[in-house]
């Protein structure tokens, strides 16, 4: 408290009498930009051998004030950059000017992350772990939604369309996630289940994906428990830009006669295709936009598991100076779907169960017509060079509608509304070098009716959770190596209104850089998640029966890690990028689905008290022309349930990833993926009292191969997705799919 203090007497000091010291000291005063010109804010810029310093500004400059008269060394110091220093002669009353230009010594490969420190940052100054999905692993893969993308990240695990890192999670049934989707920094959960809507998100116009791994409440607050994930869209270019992506494909039928005979199209390959346009251009000097429209039509690889996408995306940005920034994304989603929910047992999985339980009825499959929209509005101010200032909005909807046997929607008032809306106000300040100050407060309302809620009377059947939380984070740099980040948030939130959960979440990160391209990593945080509405409230016996726990509390977690990253390039053309980390996550009331023998349905319990500790590694490879790729990465987990002594359920302890994309001859590349994931050293029996054989989740085995061809703007791609035909589950009772195959064209102009 001591050192901002101090600096805001200083100002206030001079201020009042700005006169005092000017006609004994000067300063110095000039810019840093890199090799292409392009301005360089947060470089540290001092005096050598004095403790007189100043951080440039988002435009790169810089001024170090009350200098005593005299010959000094003016260093200009950066992870990632070469240091650079210059002589400078300081007279009183004037003004010496030196200007740098730093050269990256940087690989490529060292990007620029928001993620971790809710400001950019390069990616080997975060003191935490993250990985980063580019938007060309997104197009050779042909990912049309974030599901897949995330398959390929290491120490992910996917349970269907649920996201599992270091496993954080095991299976839900999608009522609850906790992992945090960020949308441009802005959280994007369905207001309906708090689910991740992997299929709502502009595929074509994403920049990149930051996963960042372990507890991000201290920045985030509720949600954030496992780890935090960021689509960072496309700003609008400086000349028009558009594309053309059409996919076709189909699912093989299974090899197993004994599944092909029990469904009639069981011999038939199953077809799905689709496509995607993208548009951007400038809009004068001053604004710009894209959008992006994509339609996807899937039949399915089982019975009754069909669905058609219609997603559709606008991004406007407004720039009126060189320090004001508006933006405003919004979107539309369009589902129509049937869901594939348990099969009929081992020998039956091409078909939906139909579970008898005493007077209990239910059936595998769940038809739903959905409709998704978001709208989100930012701004952004730069005051003064070293301050500037955000403010955003959001507004996130759903209506789910059931469908009848003829595929017509059922009225509103038979499914789920809801809505998530709000905001949040951050300031970020560089009040000297190395030095960060980031603070903010946030407030977000969820309102949801449903029919399958537990009304709080007869008749009503609406659910709200208000938000409200406040943070701050600050960062001090040493001796240009040590980095200290500390952060604190405090959450409110209001389950009813005579019961509100409050929590304050700390977190301290620490990096040493050894030396340039080596650092040293420690990080410890907590996090939280409060239940979702769906966890407390869903009263249902159309699929299971599930009833409502009213008494359900937040679930905590603290955890630890010591970290390794290394950017060092093995040669000129040869980038590398090596990542190893130890951890330690301690959980406490995790809620998990149990069988309840006294209601005879399941019911969401706080339950556990856990403990996941584990390493993982990661290996990636790659020549400048991005023509040779490898990647390698390992997660070893050891999840235990400290109530019951035994390994927690759905945790896989080995989980393995490896990919390669080589040139060929010509025009050609090839690409090959292998996703490894033992199977579960514990299952849940309880959902094998209703489902037949939901107790059988065996390894995964998993290659992908592609094919593609580049010429000038024109893509072709084939793709061989499961390519060995193995069978496997990802979430108890349903299938994996099998082999197939796609064919995806992309023109760009």
């Known amino acids: 408290m001591k050192t901002p203090f101090r600096h805001i007497v200083i100002i206030i000091l001079s201020a009042l009498a700005p006169g005092l010291a000017v006609a004994q000291t000067g300063s110095v005063a000039g810019t840093v930009r890199d090799e292409a010109g392009a301005p360089l804010p947060g470089i540290n810029v001092v005096l050598a051998g004095t403790t007189l310093g100043d951080a440039t500004d988002l435009n790169g400059r810089y001024q170090i004030r009350q200098i005593p008269p005299g010959a000094y060394t003016v260093q200009a110091s950066a992870i990632g950059f070469q240091t650079e220093q210059q002589p400078a002669t300081v007279e009183a009353g004037g003004t010496a000017t030196v200007d740098f230009v730093l050269q990256d010594v940087t690989l490529r490969g060292d990007e620029v992350v928001v993620t971790a420190a809710r400001r950019a940052q390069r990616f080997s100054e975060t003191p935490v772990s993250i990985n980063l999905v580019t938007p060309r692993e997104l197009e050779t893969r042909n990912i049309l939604a974030l599901d897949e993308a995330l398959r390929y990240v290491p120490g992910v695990q996917m349970a269907d369309n649920q996201v599992n890192i270091r496993g954080s999670s095991g299976f839900t049934f999608n009522t609850g996630s906790r992992v945090l989707l960020l949308l441009d920094g802005l959280p994007l959960l369905r207001p309906d289940q708090e689910g991740i809507p992997h299929n709502a998100l502009p595929i074509s116009q994403i920049e990149r994906i930051e996963v960042v791994k372990g507890p991000g409440s201290a920045l985030y607050g509720s949600g954030a428990l496992g780890g935090v994930i960021n689509i960072i869209t496309k700003d609008y270019p400086d000349k028009p830009e558009a594309a053309i992506q059409l996919f076709g494909g189909a699912y093989e039928p299974v090899r197993h006669e004994v599944w092909r005979e029990q469904w009639a199209e069981g011999d038939e390959p199953r077809r799905f295709g689709g496509g995607a346009f993208t548009f951007a251009s400038k809009l004068g000097r001053k604004a710009g936009f894209w959008i992006n429209a994509a339609y996807r039509e899937d039949e399915g690889f089982t019975n009754f598991r069909t669905e058609r ?322 990647s390698l990465g390992y997660t070893l987990l050891d999840a235990d349930d400290l109530t019951a002594d035994e390994p927690l359920i759905f945790r896989s302890r080995h989980l393995f990833k490896a990919g390669v994309t080589a040139p060929l001859f010509g025009l050609f590349s090839a690409g090959l993926d292998f996703r490894y994931a033992s199977a579960p050293e514990r299952v849940d029996n309880d959902f094998s009292r209703f489902v037949a054989d939901a107790q059988l989740i065996n390894a995964r085995k998993v290659f992908d191969a592609r094919l593609v061809a580049q010429w000038r703007h024109l893509r072709l791609a084939f793709l061989v997705d499961n390519a060995f035909e193995y069978y496997y589950v990802e979430r108890p009772a349903i299938l994996a799919p099998p082999r197939h195959f796609t064919l995806q064209m992309q023109a760009n102009f």
């Open 309 to 630: 996408d219609l997603d559709a995306f606008l991004k406007f940005g407004l720039r009126p100076s060189n320090t004001i920034r508006f933006d405003l994304l919004g979107g539309w989603t369009f589902r129509k779907s049937d869901s594939f929910l348990y099969w009929n047992g081992a020998r039956d999985v091409l078909n939906p169960g139909e579970l008898i339980f005493g007077d209990f009825r239910a059936t595998g499959t769940n038809d739903n017509q959905i409709n998704l929209f978001s709208l989100m509005p930012s701004f952004s101010h730069v005051v003064g060079g070293n301050f500037f200032y955000s403010i955003k909005g959001r507004l996130i909807g759903a209506v789910i509608q059931p469908l009848e046997d003829d595929g017509t929607p059922k009225p509103v008032e038979n499914g789920t509304t809801g809505i998530r809306y709000g905001g949040e106000i951050q300031a970020n300040w560089m009040i000297g070098p190395g030095r960060h100050v980031t603070a903010g407060v946030t407030s977000e309302q969820l309102l949801t009716e449903s029919s399958f809620f537990q009304p709080d009377t007869v008749d009503a059947t609406a659910r709200s959770q208000p938000e409200r939380a406040a943070f701050l984070q600050v960062e001090q740099r040493f001796f240009d190596r040590l980095n200290v980040m500390a952060g604190l948030r405090y959450d409110t939130y209001e389950i009813d209104t005579t019961d509100v959960e409050r929590k304050l979440s700390p977190k301290l990160n620490v990096s040493y850089r050894l030396v340039e391209g080596l650092t040293l990593r420690a990080a410890y945080g907590q996090g939280f998640r409060v239940p979702s509405l769906g966890e407390r409230f869903v009263n249902d016996r159309a699929f299971l029966p599930i009833v409502p726990n009213l008494d359900l509390r937040p679930e905590i977690s603290t955890s630890y890690e010591i970290g390794l990253r290394s950017l060092i390039p093995a040669s000129k053309r040869l980038r590398t990028q090596v990542d190893v980390a130890i951890f330690l996550n301690n959980y406490r009331r995790l809620v998990e689905p149990t069988f309840v023998g006294e209601e005879q349905a399941f019911q969401f319990i706080n339950l556990i008290k856990a403990r996941i500790r584990g390493l993982e590694a990661s290996f990636d490879a790659g020549t400048d022309d991005d023509r040779w790729l490898l």
